[in-house]
DNA sequence: CGGGCTATTTTGATTAGTCAAAATAAAACT
DNA sequence: AGTTTTATTTTGACTAATCAAAATAGCCCG
């Protein structure tokens, strides 16, 4: 069994490479793992003896298939109980992220299959995050953000990429859950600025930043 | 925060004190805990150290009220997980018991109460167990068992007092559920049998050790 | 009372995970 | 090319939890 730290680093690692190609680096691990970069190269080194990573020194790492076995499982208890938490129990979206982060490490898999089909086998968390299949498949679409995408037409919010408490709550005030239809009225690159509209609701403002957390897929 | 190694050392004490108010032994500790001896009071010394429990060195072992908060503050846990995992996910009452052993440890208070009031506040778990509320009370009601009542009055099984996934399959095929009403028809200390009786069933025997384990009420 | 059995405690080692700080390699700039 | 900066790796040390095995203390019983 591997170990629940083991779990966070084959966690960490695929999260850090969504989207990429390039190796994760030992730097941005022990970032988001809140721990010294020296301990997570003696750490990597070690899952790399047992399997769960290749480790290319002084380049970075990459998930074997046997790696990314695991990996996938935890994000799935993850995106899952952060489901049940939201749809069940009723907790605030914002908080369900932390609470989460424990339990993926204590669930058995009679458990989360029972959540799973009570959920009604649910494609994504409260977040927008994709939730894997039982069989390891993560629906890996790329929509376009708040960003980079075109002005004026009408678009649907349906995913939130930061899962830090103060953003969600911050994207919850202003209207932008999963589901939120929007038009972007205005974007300024050099006040690094978005202008929002959403139906029934005066115009709001975002940073560029944050906007870039926002996945947005157009409607019609 | 008290680390689940340091949680299961305080509720196996609180557990195998239960009803006495003798000390705990190391040996029995260390055979609830699977681990030998020696380990058992190099950490006990140090919970002492921490005010956990009071150490009678070469004696045995007892809660503080600091400990005793402590652990039941997880047993509640366990409890209330069990519950949940019969009532909602309709999970085998005889398997919950390892699965809360791994989720007693990382249920947040916040998740607690909204599952206990998902629940309705149950007062016991599918054993039969007492859940100690909130404020750290445990109903500590003392019942007669198979093994020493009365025979020939009626009776209704109150709490199973072992938790390993066979005895309670042998109850359930024995339709000795918390609830069932049942009837000692005969008890032979020599043979060590009990006989029982319930409506519209064939009569069953099991043993004195067995029989110790079922806990009943005298019904009107 | 003294010897022996048993439970407990001590001692010395081990493993997983971590940090601080020194050493090294690679990249980036003059 | 040579020097500086930055990221990574190494080294040595620490903590929590454990075990095996030796030492010790109690207790029981003749």
Chains 1, 2 share one sequence.
């Not at 499982?73 to 914002?94: C, N, P, Q």
């Not at 993560?138 to 009408?154: D, E, F, H, N, W």
């Not at 959403?198 to 975002?206: D, E, F, K, Q, V």
Request: proline content about 5%; some cysteine.
């Amino acid at each position: 069994m591997a170990s629940s730290t083991v779990e966070n680093y084959l966690k960490h690692v695929l999260l850090l490479s969504e989207g990429t190609t390039e190796l994760v680096s030992m730097g941005a691990l022990a970032g988001s793992l809140n721990v010294v970069p020296g301990t997570v190269t003696t750490m990597i080194k070690a899952l790399a003896v047992d399997g769960f990573v290749d480790h290319r020194p002084r380049q970075g790492v990459r998930l074997t298939e046997k790696g990314r076995r695991v990996a996938l499982g935890v994000i799935r208890r993850h995106r899952l109980v952060e489901t049940f938490l939201v749809s069940v129990l009723k907790m605030d979206w914002a908080s369900v992220h932390s609470e989460a982060e424990q339990l993926e490490h204590a669930i058995s898999d009679d458990v989360l299959d029972r959540l799973d089909a009570l959920l009604g086998h649910p494609t994504t968390d409260p977040h927008g995050d994709p939730i894997p299949s039982a069989q390891g498949k993560l629906s890996s679409q790329v929509y376009p953000t708040l960003a980079t995408c075109i002005i004026g037409k009408p678009l649907r919010v349906v995913r939130i990429t930061d899962q830090s408490a103060e953003f969600l709550q911050f994207a919850e005030q202003n209207g932008l859950l999963p589901g939120a239809n929007v038009r972007i009225v205005d974007r300024n690159l050099t006040a690094g600025l978005v202008s929002l509209k959403r139906s029934g609701a005066p115009a709001t403002a975002l940073s560029l930043a944050a906007a870039g957390k926002i996945l947005v897929e157009q409607t019609r």
